[in-house]
């Protein structure tokens, strides 16, 4: 009971009655208030099928310095709470409120705190638990999603070595991805960081195995002035555009009544590692210091919304952008 209650809460560890064959990672962005300095916090745990290479993990990504240092602890030393998002791995601790970091490889030393101001998840609703929408209850779904918070501001500091990172009114964001494996190909993409407050961009369009075949899903979300434009596979919106070039990624998003465009631009970003059949064996690169342009459009008025760029966004773009189209042309 309590497992199929842990839908309609998306933040807490779901991985008790898994044995192999299975990775949950929270992913925590960090901006300072400067711009200067983006940190990616990404806690988690690999139970694969070789118990002997199980394990859990914090990876703490520097966009400045294009660094990645993956701190490996052993699976008995991942703690976390049955009923809220509360989880310890080693000395370090992570929740809704903030993380404390005490991480060292012998090489590398990562120690601090954050607090996290008021977070804005994406709505859980009866029948929409978070961004998953009615997808979140199909059994066996080789990847799930959350988002824990779209903007929330931050207090604290952190030291690596011998630097010090303050990061007193600067901004975050976190989501989290639970499951077997991450997609064989996928676009993501995420910014809080405009010219105004209260505006956030988050989203993915991934390769989705089903019955046999896949198709191409996603699940993009705009936050702007308190209000959630959802463009969504589940929801009934389409994808009028999808171009990968060498040097930017354009979408088109639209429902009866909106449209979103995007433009993101690519960048070379830090190789992290990522889970397949539970194991951490992937390599992925992903910048969190990108722009991307975004507009949106109300058809009704025929007006524009919003016309704005983020910057430091994050971006990954990750397999063959071929196979997303072919997905999406499934479709029509």
Known sequence: MRKFLSIWNPAIYHGFFRAHSYFEGWFFK???????????VIPGVSIADDSAASHAFVMVSEAATGRMT????????????????EIRIGASTFSLAGMTLDLTDGRTAVR?????GKTRPWPVRLLSPGIMG????VPSMECYHGV????????????????????????????????????????????NHFDRDDISLTGSIAKIPWRGSFFT????????????????TYSGAKVESFRVES???????????????????RRDGVELSAPSLGAMTARIRETLNSRVEVKLFDKTSATTVFAGTGRCAGLECVGDMNELNRGLSLKK
């Open 247 to 265: 040097g930017k990624i354009v979408l088109r998003f639209e429902t009866r009544a909106f449209a979103l465009d995007i433009e993101a631009e």
């Open 148 to 191: 824990l918070s779209l903007d929330h501001g931050l207090g604290g500091e952190i030291s690596i070595d011998e630097r010090t990172i303050d990061f007193t009114q600067g901004k975050g964001y976190c989501e989290k991805d639970w499951g077997v494996s991450m997609p064989a190909a996928w676009v993501w993409m995420q910014s």
């Open 134 to 137: 009615w997808y979140a209850f």
């Open 217 to 232: 899903g996603f699940i993009f979300g705009f936050l702007l002035d308190g209000r959630l434009f959802r463009f969504t």
């Open 70 to 85: 993956y701190f490996k602890h052993p699976l008995s030393a991942f703690r976390a709470d049955r009923r809220k998002f």
């Open 30 to 40: 960090n901006v300072t208030k400067d711009e200067r300095n983006a940190l990616a």
């Open 112 to 116: 601090g705190r954050f607090s996290f």
